[in-house]
Structure formats: structure tokens, C-alpha cells
């Protein structure tokens, strides 16, 4: 063997080494991130902070009860918002729009998507807080759920279209009309691919802060109805880790556990449903 | 389709729960600097009220100020007093005036966290005007160890903390600074959001803290019971009399002693760099931004009877919190002015 | 028909989006014009507002992740794509994807309490000792700052090069690869010399796509960049990003002005993301139609 070609050798194994190293730096960034809030939210979750209110800033003993309803509450709105937008926007896409429509529709959706959680919250305050002058659960909700149509529409379109020709040719044949098609049996055949994309939409806008920020502001109390501002986790966590209470730190540690093992389990469960069902062919 | 209407069907009633229509929900914003003392009097009032919420965010002075103004926020706080535009504009706003009232007495303490140093330093008004402008760079300057002989201050480099958001904790801060250096005033000025020079901002005066607890070498300003809640060390500061002053209960009395007798009907004063030889230098008061007319007669009688029992036992809880209490002048003519609030 | 309502709605809901940040932003666009982007002075008591340390630290937060995000995920993405036996790359892959999902305030959260001592008292300090010749290492440690910024981005974006470049990577037809290795190439040489080229669009789609996921991030940069309105050379110095300063200037802007400078920055903000978004896409289009139209079945 030639020298050069040890060489090369050498280089070929080092540097595929080295691309595993970096697969490993970034396995290993998850579960360091996953370790630390287990360790430090564990120890601080409590049935306290479940069921408690906040309490006056300084004292101990306080819980997140009302950010969780928060955001339990803005994240239904979201979906409530959000998915109905995304889904028959999907299916005017798939199974009804022109080329050029489809385009324009396509790409509003793509620049929805791309705009910072930030600027979304500007536009929900200048389009729900401000005429109403109420900062409110309804605002918040509202700027989640615009974050939550662009990803349920395009990917209920891609699992839509995904569904195969002779189905629909097949139902035709039959004498259905295109509605009924569309419900009995283009949107059960895609059906997982839906849900998941709506699992996904709705792990992502779950953890959202800034939106909120200008929208539904933030309570010590219970928010009642749907009108008034409300505590929600992410917020909580953002005020509480920036304070200097160490009872704060615990209770965002804890908050970042539940809010994140929600995600994730919500990840999961998505990424279980979709391999089991219609997935996009892998070219 | 079953299965997800139970679901849809538990939720809303879930969420409806918190569904109350007969209790009030109002909401405030504003200064963090009262905040301890604002969640404390709302959690005791709702104790007492249990149909009435009074929510109240801690944003920052300028947000209570700009909340208000809009009409977002039932009430606002402040502890740097709308000035002349910042009233008209309510009024062009609303057709109707803001009301101040003054709540609790509070104090601007310098913290700081040197490695190695626990014990109270003396800043000398050119000294806290110096590091802030960026002049005074380490801590064993001239500047800070000539007051505070025998204690051992390092080399390193300060790292200013300020706030980052429109605030009234800054806004006494800097119309001390103004009052007591010639160079601040023209180079910076007094105001809820200045351009500072130098330092690392923080949202909130919690955040403040919270940097400056973590960051070794650091110097920043907040309100006393934060300091305090979270065991920093703070510095006494030199009055115009002369004296080095630690920040407590009765040298923020003393230094409101005059303003209370001459108190203005709107009730907007500065007491910063307060004659009288045990007053502390950066005090303050906080206020209570009370439009001067209410649509929903229930909110207005709600944000009225808050008033007059934070005027009376409310006065009670500020100094386990380390807020002086509001001189008996003053509380006096807050009750007459409260009935402006139509 | 009504699914074309629900479309045309989402149409109509970012046409006005747009709309309100250019109305919204009109008094400060007249006011300062194109100045706004080359005054760096951000005065609300004067009333005086320029965008650039805004601008600055946006980019340079940006730049600093992509220069650590990049190397690592392309080599990840290459090990996966290349190297892993299908079912470790997948159960990898799934790992990475999981970790583009943890939301932001938890990274910040994870920044102020982990990274930021680690920073202040391990990485600058030794920075500064090796590299402190550099401007770019030099002032104090104040463990906050553009480089941690950076950092922290960093991890956020490494996911999204990760999973598209693999995806790409994957794509590329074993004909390339097989050519390369039957012509002498070792393992390293086709991966670096053949497959990566072809799937290049993909991979830099890859990166414009991260970009725009960097320059958008609000909480966790907010937690750890030191809000201060600096240009700095140095990566030590604390400094301030467009979504920052919004978040944290928003709710309190007092006048008109101070008010619509921030939404003025918030449109430069969308602007640039909706122009890389648009490269990232056009990137992606460009390599699966090259793979594909390699006779690819």
C-alpha cells in the first residue's frame, strides 16, 4: 500500500469519526437537556404546584395551577382557530384549487409560517387587544392558533395528495359526489397523517412564548371566561427563571419539565401514529 | 368522532369552571418596584373580596403608564410620575383626566456583589454617577475606596446592571443621578428609559436582581425589598447633609417629611436628595394611575374601596415589606381627592 | 365554496399581517427614512431611534451559531446519512427531531441557570487567555453576551441542518456513490467529493432554513444576550436583538414614535426572514429536482 493511499486512509477514517462525534455531541445535547430539567424540575414538582395559585412575591409555597388552565384553555382556542383553517384550507388544495390559487395560498401559508412568534404577537395585539382594549385569553388563543394554521394546511395537503388517484377514481366510479369522496374516503385514508399533523401544530404553538406576551398578559388569580388576561406556563416560566427567588427557579424548573415532557410525548405519540399509517414515499 | 366530541365536551366544561360570572376581575400593570408590596395587598384584598380580582402585572412603570393610556389595564403604577405630555395625551385620549395616589414610600438601594466583600460600602454621589456614566471602571477606584477605608476591594472590572424596559425603579434612580451630577444630567437625563452608557439591562427589577445575584462583580439598582428578599448586600449612600445613609424605614420617612407637608393636589413630587441629615437620598414615592372616570360603575367602586382600604389597614402590611408608610398628611388628602374619581 | 373561504382566509390573514406592520410603522419610516438603518442610537427620552446595534446583533448572533451549527450538523447529518446502519440513523434522527421541538424559554431557562456560568467562569476566561489578542475575545466576562447568544442558537438550529441535510444526503442516487468508490475513492473522499456537492442546494437550503429559525428567535436570545444596545467587536460584550428588544420594549413604548420604530423593526424582521425562507425553499426545490431527474426511480 502507497504511502498516499494510507494517508488517505487514515484521513477517509478520521473524518468519518469525527462526523460520528458530532452525531454524538448532538444525541447527547437532548438528553443533557432532558437530565437537567428531570433533576432540577423533579425535585420540584409537587402536588403544590399543580393545584396552588401564585403567591404574594417573596413567600414560599405558591403553585402554577393557574398557568396551567391558561394555557390549557389559549391551546384549545388554538386548535379550535387553527386546525378547522388548515384542514379545509388543505382540502381546497388538494382536491379543489386551481395552479395559480394553490400557489398563492401555498405561499401566504409558507410566510405565515416564517414570521417570528414575535411579530405574530405584535399583529394580535394591533388586531384583538388594542380595538377591544381588553388583553384576554381570546388573544391569545387567536395568535396561537395563526401559528397553527400554516402547518396544519401544509402538511394535511401533503398527506391529502399522498392518498392515491385510484381512490378517488374508485368512489367516482361508484357515483359519489366529490364531497362525499372527500369525507368517507380521502380524509379517513389520510387520516393519520392529519392527526399527526395536528399533534405536531399543536406541540409547537404549546410552547410559544413571546406571542403571548402582548395578548393575554398574565394573573395571579383564575382567569374567568375567556375575556381576561391569564397565567400561562410558558410566560411563567420566562418571569419566574429571570427573578432571583430561588422558589421561582424551582417552580420554572418544574414548569419546563411538564411543558416539555407534554411536547414530547405529544411528539412521540405523533411520530408512533404516523408510521403505522400512509407515510410520504421516501424517494 | 364520539371520542374526540367527549373530549371537546370535558374541556369546556373544565374551562368553564373557572367560569365565575359573578366575581369582578379588574387588571392593573405597572411598576415593578411596589410589586412585592402590590402582590401582597391584592392577594390580602381578595382574601376579603372573594368576588373581586384585582390582577396586577408587573411590567414596568413606562408599561403601566402606556397601558393605561390606551385603556388596555383598568388602573396603572408608576413610581416616576406621568409628567405634563404624557397627562395631556390621556386627556386628548380620553376626554377625561389620570389621578395619582400615592401608595407606599420606597428606596433605590445601590447592590452590588463583590467576591470576597460583605460588608455595607459608602458610595459617594460622584461615585454612583461615575460608574454608571462609565467613568469609574473597577472597583478599587479612588472614587469608591476613599469612603470605605479598610475594606479590601479587588481590581476587577464593574458590570453595571440597569433596567431594560421603560421603569420608574430607573426613573428615581436617574433623577437622582441628575439632581447630584452636573455631567449626568446633560449627557443622559432623567427619564423611565434612558440611553445608558454602560451596563447589562434586565427586565423588571426582579430580573435586576436576579443578574446581580449571579454576577460576580456587579453593581446595579433596585428596590429595597429585593434586595433584601434575596439576602444582596447593599451600600449606604451620602446624603446633601453630608452623612452616609443605609436605606431603611425611617430614613425614607425622613426624606418624605417635607414633601408631606407640601404636597401637591395631583400629588406628583420627587423627594430624591431630600435635605435632612438621617434622610436617604434616593427615595421615592409610588403611585396608583386612577382614571378619573369609570363606564362600569362596579369597577370604579371596586378600585375606590381598594383605595380607601389600602389607605387605612392596608398601610399595615408595608413594613414587614420594608415600604415606609405613607405620611398621615398625605393619606389625609388622597381620601378628599378620591372623590374625583367619578 | 367553503373550503376555498378557508383558504383565502389564510391568504387575507397574512396580507393584513403585512399590511399592519407597514401602517403601523409609518411615523417612524417617514421620520427617520433609510437613516434608521444606519443610526445607532436608540434614545426614547430624544426620541431618537436607529436600528443598526438592533441589526447588528441580530446578524452577528446569527453568524456566530451558524459557524458553530453548521460544521456539527453537516457532520452529523453526514454520519447519519452515510455511515449508520438505517435503524441507529433512524432512532438518531428521531432523538435530533425531538430536540427541534423543545420550545424556546426552555433553552433560555437552561442558558441563564447552565450555560451562562459555564461561560462566565470556564469558556471566556479561557478564550480570553488562548485568543485574547483577538478583538473578538477581549472585555470582561460578563457570561451573558453576543457569544453566548450564539451558543445557545446554536443548539436550537442544529436540528433543522441535521434532519434536511440527511434527508437530502440520502437522496442523492447510489450511482454517485458507487462511481466514486469504483474509482479508487475512499469512503471520505466520495461522501466529501461526490454525494455532499450533489446534495449542496439541499444542505445550504438547510442552512438558509436555520438562518431564519436563528434571526426569529425571541426568548432564549432575550434571556441570554445582556439587552444592551452595543456594536461591539467583541463576542463578550452584551448586545441586543430585533426580537428583544421588541419583546422587551413593546408593551411600554410611551409615544407614537418609540412605538412604531419597534413595529418598523419587526417588519425588517419579517422581511429578512421571508427572503430566506424563500432561498431555503428554492435551495430545497432545486436538489430533490436534481436527484430526481437523474433517472432516479
Known amino acids: 500500500m502507497s504511502p498516499r493511499l494510507r494517508w488517505r486512509k487514515f484521513v477517509s477514517g478520521f473524518m468519518l469519526t469525527l462526523t460520528g462525534v458530532c452525531a454524538l455531541v448532538a444525541v447527547s445535547v437532548l438528553f443533557l437537556i432532558l437530565g437537567y430539567l428531570v433533576y432540577h424540575g423533579g425535585t420540584s414538582i409537587s402536588w403544590n404546584f399543580f393545584t396552588k395559585l401564585p403567591v404574594p412575591v417573596g413567600e414560599t409555597g405558591g403553585g402554577m395551577a393557574n398557568a396551567i388552565l391558561g394555557s390549557a384553555k389559549m391551546l384549545l382556542l388554538a386548535s379550535l382557530f387553527g386546525v378547522p383553517f388548515g384542514f379545509f384550507g388543505a382540502i381546497y388544495l388538494a382536491e379543489f384549487s386551481g395552479a395559480t390559487t394553490a400557489f398563492v395560498v401555498r405561499y401566504a401559508a409558507d410566510l405565515l409560517n416564517g414570521v417570528p412568534s414575535i411579530v405574530i404577537g405584535i399583529f394580535a395585539y394591533s388586531l384583538v387587544v388594542h380595538p377591544f382594549r381588553q388583553y384576554s385569553t381570546l388573544a391569545g388563543g387567536f395568535a396561537l392558533g395563526l401559528m397553527m394554521i400554516p402547518i396544519t394546511l401544509r402538511s394535511t395537503e401533503e398527506f391529502l395528495r399522498s392518498v392515491p388517484n385510484d381512490f378517488r377514481e374508485g368512489a367516482m366510479a361508484l357515483g359519489a359526489s366529490k364531497w362525499k369522496t372527500i369525507a368517507t374516503v380521502i380524509v379517513p385514508a389520510a387520516y393519520r397523517g392529519i392527526l399527526t399533523a395536528v399533534l405536531l401544530a399543536f406541540a409547537r404553538v404549546a410552547g410559544e412564548t413571546a406571542p403571548l406576551l402582548f395578548t393575554a398578559l398574565g394573573n395571579q388569580f383564575w382567569s374567568p371566561g375567556w375575556t381576561q388576561p391569564t397565567a400561562s406556563l410558558p410566560v411563567m416560566i420566562y418571569t419566574y427563571a429571570l427573578a432571583p427567588y430561588d422558589d421561582w427557579h424551582r417552580q420554572a424548573w418544574a414548569a419546563g419539565l411538564v411543558l416539555l415532557g407534554l411536547i414530547l410525548v405529544i411528539n412521540i405519540v405523533a411520530r408512533a401514529i404516523l408510521s403505522r399509517g400512509i407515510a410520504v414515499p421516501r424517494s | 368522532m364520539k371520542k374526540i366530541a ?111 466583600v460583605t460588608v455595607e460600602l459608602n458610595f459617594t454621589p460622584e461615585a454612583i454617577a461615575g460608574i454608571f456614566l462609565g467613568k469609574i471602571t473597577k472597583w478599587n477606584d479612588p472614587a469608591i475606596s476613599g469612603p470605605n477605608k479598610g475594606v479590601a476591594l479587588p481590581g476587577d472590572d464593574i458590570v453595571v446592571v440597569h433596567r431594560s424596559e421603560g421603569s420608574g425603579t430607573t426613573y428615581i434612580w436617574t433623577d437622582y443621578l441628575s439632581k447630584v451630577s452636573e455631567e449626568w444630567k446633560t449627557k443622559v437625563g432623567k427619564g423611565a428609559s434612558v440611553n445608558w452608557p454602560v451596563g447589562l439591562g434586565a427586565k423588571g427589577n426582579e430580573s435586576v436582581a436576579g443578574t446581580i445575584k449571579n454576577t460576580p462583580d456587579s453593581f446595579g439598582y433596585v428596590e429595597l425589598i429585593y434586595a433584601i428578599q434575596n439576602n444582596m448586600p447593599y451600600g449606604r449612600v451620602k446624603n446633601s447633609s453630608g452623612a452616609f445613609v443605609k436605606a431603611d424605614l425611617a430614613s425614607v420617612t425622613a426624606a418624605a417629611a417635607g414633601a408631606a407637608k407640601s404636597m401637591p393636589d395631583d400629588f406628583r413630587v420627587s423627594i430624591t436628595d431630600a435635605p435632612g441629615k438621617t434622610a436617604y437620598p434616593i427615595s421615592s414615592f409610588t403611585w396608583l394611575l386612577v382614571p378619573a372616570k369609570f363606564s362600569d360603575a362596579s369597577k370604579r367602586d371596586a378600585i375606590k374601596g381598594f383605595v380607601k382600604w389600602m389607605l387605612a389597614d392596608g398601610q399595615n402590611y408595608t413594613e414587614a415589606l420594608s415600604y415606609a408608610k405613607l405620611p398621615k398628611e398625605v393619606v389625609a388628602k388622597e381620601l378628599k381627592a378620591l372623590n374625583n374619581v367619578q | 365554496m367553503i373550503t376555498f373561504l378557508f383558504a383565502a382566509s389564510v391568504v387575507l390573514v397574512t396580507v393584513l399581517l403585512v399590511f399592519e406592520l407597514w401602517q403601523g410603522s409609518v411615523l417612524s419610516r417617514h421620520k427617520f427614512g433609510f437613516n434608521f438603518f444606519r443610526t445607532s442610537v436608540w434614545d426614547p427620552i430624544f426620541e431618537q431611534f436607529g436600528a443598526l446595534p438592533f441589526i447588528y446583533g441580530t446578524l452577528v448572533t446569527a453568524a456566530v451559531s451558524l459557524l458553530i451549527a453548521v460544521p456539527l450538523g453537516i457532520g452529523a447529518a453526514i454520519f447519519l446519512a452515510e455511515l449508520a446502519p438505517a435503524r441507529v440513523s433512524d432512532t438518531l434522527e428521531f432523538f435530533i427531531d425531538l430536540l427541534a421541538a423543545v420550545p424556546s424559554v426552555i433553552y433560555g431557562v437552561l442558558g441563564i441557570f447552565i450555560v451562562v456560568p459555564l461561560m462566565r467562569q470556564y469558556i471566556q476566561p479561557a478564550l480570553k487567555h488562548s485568543l485574547g489578542f483577538l478583538p473578538l475575545f477581549q472585555g470582561p466576562a460578563y457570561g451573558v453576551g453576543f457569544l453566548t447568544a450564539g451558543i445557545v442558537l446554536a443548539i436550537m438550529v442544529i436540528p433543522y441542518i441535521i434532519s434536511v441535510s440527511r434527508e437530502v444526503l440520502l437522496s442523492v442516487p447510489r450511482d454517485q456513490r458507487e462511481a466514486a468508490l469504483s474509482l479508487g475513492a475512499t469512503h471520505w473522499e466520495s461522501t466529501w467529493r461526490v454525494v455532499v456537492p450533489f446534495a449542496r442546494s439541499g444542505i445550504f437550503g438547510s442552512i438558509f432554513l436555520a438562518l431564519a429559525r436563528a434571526l426569529g428567535e425571541t426568548m432564549a436570545v432575550t434571556m441570554v444576550i445582556g439587552n444592551n444596545p452595543t456594536i461591539s467587536a467583541s463576542l463578550f460584550s452584551p448586545g441586543y436583538s430585533i426580537a428583544a428588544v421588541i419583546a422587551n420594549e413593546f408593551t411600554e413604548a410611551t409615544g407614537e414614535l418609540h412605538t412604531q420604530s419597534l413595529i418598523e423593526l419587526g417588519l425588517v424582521l419579517f422581511i429578512l426572514t421571508f427572503i430566506l425562507n424563500g432561498f431555503a425553499r428554492l435551495l430545497m426545490v432545486a436538489t430533490s429536482q436534481r436527484g430526481s431527474r437523474l433517472g432516479h426511480p
Open chain 2, 6 to 116: 367527549a373530549m371537546l365536551a370535558i374541556f369546556l366544561g373544565l374551562a368553564g369552571i373557572s367560569w365565575a360570572d359573578s366575581s369582578l376581575s379588574i387588571t392593573g400593570a405597572g411598576a415593578t418596584f411596589p410589586y412585592p408590596m402590590y402582590s401582597k395587598w391584592f392577594d390580602e384584598y381578595h382574601k376579603k373580596n372573594a368576588n373581586l380580582s384585582i390582577n396586577y402585572q408587573s411590567i414596568g412603570s413606562g408599561g403601566g403608564i402606556k397601558q393605561v393610556t390606551e385603556g388596555t389595564v383598568d388602573f396603572g403604577a408608576t413610581d416616576g410620575p406621568m409628567n405634563d405630555d404624557q397627562l395631556k395625551a390621556y386627556q386628548d385620549k380620553h376626554g377625561f383626566g389620570i389621578l395619582h395616589f400615592p401608595t407606599v414610600l420606597g428606596a433605590d438601594v445601590p447592590a452590588y456583589n463583590i467576591p470576597g
